[in-house]
């Protein structure tokens, strides 16, 4: 029973790009001891010198699905990224551990992927959306036709209706989480929710508030867009924090 095992809702949450907090406040883009204070009052608890088991996302974040390194002397070559994430979860010939886990628990796996990878619901990797979604039923058609062709590679950067927001807002998906999800499902507790934020990553977006900036040409190498963006984040974690706790 997962009311049994999972005493309460998982949130993994990777805010993509965001550098460690000391780092930043060498960069003076946060007051650390400000910021820490406010997280722990926030029932955050910080853990300081982490590592990933890889340094690039599509192995990290396949580790972190199947719970095991993923890359071998038995694997296939690197190269091939058909075996990472994320087409790990679009493929429909090997369930993926942590979701699969999920489920025989008596659990839910919820993705809130993000304009470059969006949310597919699938059904042999357990996976659901946080919204149903005509294009992404689109999207599942379209590679059963065209499989792994360039065509079918085009088709899945199309704007998938479900939180397609990467040149609108700046990826808020956090925001997304909130005014999209179905308050029975959170409350009734026991989910694994995995939401991918593309932010602090440029293209920055986004002032210290969180509203909406144009930084025109150094919207993908300014410091100060990538400093509105990281405090944006820290802005949107202690939304987030209140939102679940109320």
């Not at 608890?45 to 972190?64: G, M, P, Q, R, V």
């Not at 091939?80 to 659990?107: A, D, T």
């Not at 619901?121 to 065209?146: Q, W």
């Not at 144009?214 to 100060?224: G, P």
């Amino acid at each position: 029973n997962s009311k049994n095992i999972i005493p309460g809702n998982i949130y993994y949450i990777i805010l993509d790009g965001m550098i460690e907090l000391p780092y930043a406040s060498e960069l003076e883009i946060i007051d650390e001891e400000k910021i820490r204070n406010e997280l722990i009052t926030n029932n955050l608890k910080i853990i300081d010198d982490t590592y990933a088991n890889y340094a690039e996302t599509d192995t990290a974040l396949s580790s972190l699905l199947e719970l095991d390194y993923v890359v071998t002397e038995n694997t296939p070559k690197y190269f091939n990224r058909k075996y990472f994430f994320p087409s790990i979860l679009y493929q429909n010939k090997k369930p993926v551990f942590l979701p699969q886990l999920m489920k025989e628990l008596g659990s839910e796996f919820f993705w809130v992927g993000n304009g470059m990878l969006p949310c597919i619901e699938n059904s042999l990797n357990y996976i659901k959306c946080l919204t149903s979604s005509k294009m992404a039923a689109f999207l599942m058609i379209s590679k059963t036709f065209f499989g792994s062709t360039p065509l079918a590679a085009f088709i899945l950067r199309l704007p998938n209706t479900d939180n397609w927001n990467y040149a609108i807002q700046g990826q808020r998906n956090l925001v997304f989480f909130m005014e999209n999800i179905d308050k029975n499902i959170l409350h009734d507790g026991h989910k694994f929710f995995f939401i991918h934020q593309m932010s602090p990553h440029a293209p920055f977006k986004v002032s210290s508030k969180c509203e909406k900036y144009d930084f025109k040409e150094k919207q993908f190498t300014s410091l100060v867009g990538y400093t509105s963006a990281y405090n944006c984040n820290l802005l949107e974690i202690f939304q987030f924090m209140k939102f679940i706790q109320g």
